[in-house]
């Protein structure tokens, strides 16, 4: 049922921050967007780090589900946003069809493709994740233009995440997935198991995520 704030961005952006996501980015929707008609507005949902993994870990989806209990989780929590406040939800986990996530985030203005091609955010560098999207109907106009668009940080930094893949497998040409997980799958004690060392060597925002959230993460991409 649809709430009287519904569309209200402050509201929403309260609402996200007490079940431990947050709004990453956002940009106004137009005619070449066949799957977000009839909306103005996509907002691009991720976690709010650190406060988010504590809530995931006292769900019900943590300690009771096993197979995939984070998308779980987060198709739950955005789907009900998404039901208060008027808005249609996506997600990046889902098919048919697949949703340009990547594409998406480059027009928010608050992230850019890195180096190694991952994406950069402003505040939470390369471990940037989404956990979903909310189509609104309403145009923020105010919101838009408060972010303006600067250049990508990585103009100015130094690139560690360049050479900090012990296997090479991300470059500026590539992501080997085979290869990162066929190494990390043989050598039981790389400190890749608590998360990516390329990601993990941005300057920005490495400090938001805890070990024990890209530990998980790690695992699931091992399966």
Partial sequence: MKNDHSNNIEELKIALKGIGLTNLGMFQIDKDDKVLQGFETLLLIGPDEPNFWKKFKDSHEYNHINTDPLDNWSKDKITELAKNFGAKPFFPFQDNPALPFYSWALR??????????????DTRGLMVSFRGALALKQKLVGDLIDAKKSPSPCKSCIAPCLASCPVGALTVDKYDVEKCQTYIKNYVDSPC????????????GKDFRQKEQSTFHMQAFLK
């Fill in 193 to 204: 198991r608590q998360g990516c060392l390329a990601r993990r060597s941005c300057p920005i």
């Fill in 108 to 121: 928010s203005r608050r992230m850019w493709a890195s180096p190694i091609k991952l994406l950069v955010h």
